[in-house]
């Protein structure tokens, strides 16, 4: 079946989505983006996605074309329209077409381009990789330093994945000055004895709506957060490790590096955490 996109205002079968070439998000990267996951026909965490979207267009000095109603809206009715009972819905914005190429974008109003369309998971919330375990290694972070805002700059995270393939292993850290930032599309964690441990925030790491969202529950749970920055040979001596991401929920880590975490298996608390978060997220639905 044909998927139906949305492109600036009209929902369109995906062959026939144009955008031009000389539209910043594809020339310069001037864009920000958002992925939402779907469960049962129901979008997680919507309304953290808009305020994080809402804060990126800030940060670029872009307007946001749409009020979150109307996002919900657009969101709503492409989840129908693609019968999407789980997966995800991706959000695009960039600065649009001022016309010719140039370096500089325009100091007055440009039309942004708005692209959303879905993917289909089935089986989301039941991936067989939270029973085992994911393995990473560690690989130099270079990036750019705005990593808080959700920007389509993706190319680094991107060789951070294909190092990982490579390796034989599931996904990258990134490293910079001797400790973790977070991994190439996820907030990176250890646990040490009840305590959970994640980079604090700045403008270091991206400000993750699922990390926002286990951190809350992970304290109403009774477990302690510390939000400091740690290294890898701390995580290699870590009880246990795990990511969070709005598609991978809350993951766990069983090996950095090549070598285990705690007993190179899912530990109870991360188990517990994915547990909580998923039950709070299907009632808190929309």
Same mark, same amino acid.
């Given at each position: 079946?044909?998927?139906?996109?949305?492109?600036?205002?009209?929902?369109?079968?995906?062959?026939?989505?144009?955008?031009?070439?000389? @539209?910043?998000?594809?020339?310069?990267?001037?864009?920000?983006?958002?992925?939402?996951?779907?469960? @049962?026909?129901?979008?997680?965490?919507?309304?953290?996605?808009?305020?994080?979207?809402?804060?990126?267009?800030?940060?670029? #000095?872009?307007?946001?074309?749409?009020? @979150?109603?109307?996002?919900?809206?657009?969101?709503?009715?492409?989840?129908?329209?693609?019968?999407?009972?789980?997966?995800?819905?991706?959000?695009?914005?960039?600065?649009?077409?001022?016309?010719?190429?140039?370096?500089?974008?325009?100091?007055? @109003?440009?039309?942004?381009?708005?692209?959303?369309?879905?993917?289909?998971?089935?089986?989301?919330?039941?991936?067989?990789?939270?029973?085992?375990?994911?393995?990473?290694?560690?690989?130099?972070?270079?990036?750019?330093?705005?990593?808080?805002?959700?920007?389509?700059?993706?190319?680094?995270?991107?060789?951070?994945?294909?190092?990982?393939?490579?390796?034989?292993?599931?996904?990258?850290?990134?490293?910079?000055?001797?400790?973790?930032?977070?991994?190439?599309?996820?907030?990176?964690?250890?646990?040490?004895?009840?305590?959970?441990?994640?980079?604090?925030?700045?403008?270091?790491?991206?400000?993750?709506?699922?990390?926002?969202?286990?951190?809350?529950?992970?304290?109403?749970?009774?477990?302690?957060?510390? #939000?400091?920055?740690?290294?890898?040979?701390?995580?290699?001596?870590?009880?246990?490790?795990?990511?969070?991401?709005?598609?991978?929920?809350?993951?766990?880590?069983?090996?950095?590096?090549?070598?285990?975490?705690?007993?190179?298996?899912?530990?109870?608390? *991360?188990?517990?955490?994915?547990?909580?978060?998923?039950?709070?997220?299907?009632?808190?639905? *929309?």
């Amino acid at each position: 079946m044909t998927r139906t996109v949305y492109l600036n205002g009209a929902y369109l079968p995906e062959a026939e989505a144009k955008v031009s070439i000389f @539209d910043r998000g594809f020339l310069m990267a001037d864009g920000v983006y958002e992925v939402t996951s779907v469960l @049962d026909g129901k979008l997680i965490d919507f309304g953290g996605h808009c305020v994080r979207l809402a804060r990126s267009l800030s940060e670029l #000095e872009m307007q946001n074309p749409h009020s @979150d109603a109307e996002w919900l809206a657009i969101h709503r009715e492409l989840v129908a329209v693609n019968a999407i009972e789980d997966g995800m819905v991706y959000l695009q914005v960039t600065r649009g077409n001022p016309g010719d190429r140039d370096f500089a974008y325009p100091s007055d @109003d440009v039309t942004p381009t708005v692209v959303l369309f879905t993917q289909a998971k089935p089986g989301l919330a039941d991936n067989p990789a939270a029973k085992v375990g994911i393995k990473v290694i560690s690989i130099p972070d270079i990036r750019w330093g705005r990593r808080d805002i959700k920007t389509v700059q993706l190319l680094y995270p991107s060789m951070g994945k294909m190092a990982a393939k490579k390796a034989g292993v599931d996904d990258s850290w990134f490293v910079e000055d001797g400790v973790v930032t977070e991994g190439t599309s996820n907030n990176a964690y250890i646990v040490k004895g009840n305590k959970i441990i994640t980079r604090q925030l700045s403008s270091d790491i991206l400000h993750g709506i699922t990390r926002a969202a286990v951190l809350r529950f992970a304290v109403e749970a009774q477990m302690e957060v510390e #939000e400091r920055a740690f290294s890898i040979d701390e995580a290699q001596a870590a009880d246990e490790a795990f990511i969070t991401s709005a598609s991978a929920f809350v993951m766990p880590v069983v090996e950095i590096d090549g070598a285990a975490v705690g007993a190179g298996k899912p530990g109870h608390v *991360v188990a517990r955490l994915r547990e909580i978060y998923l039950d709070e997220m299907r009632k808190a639905a *929309v």
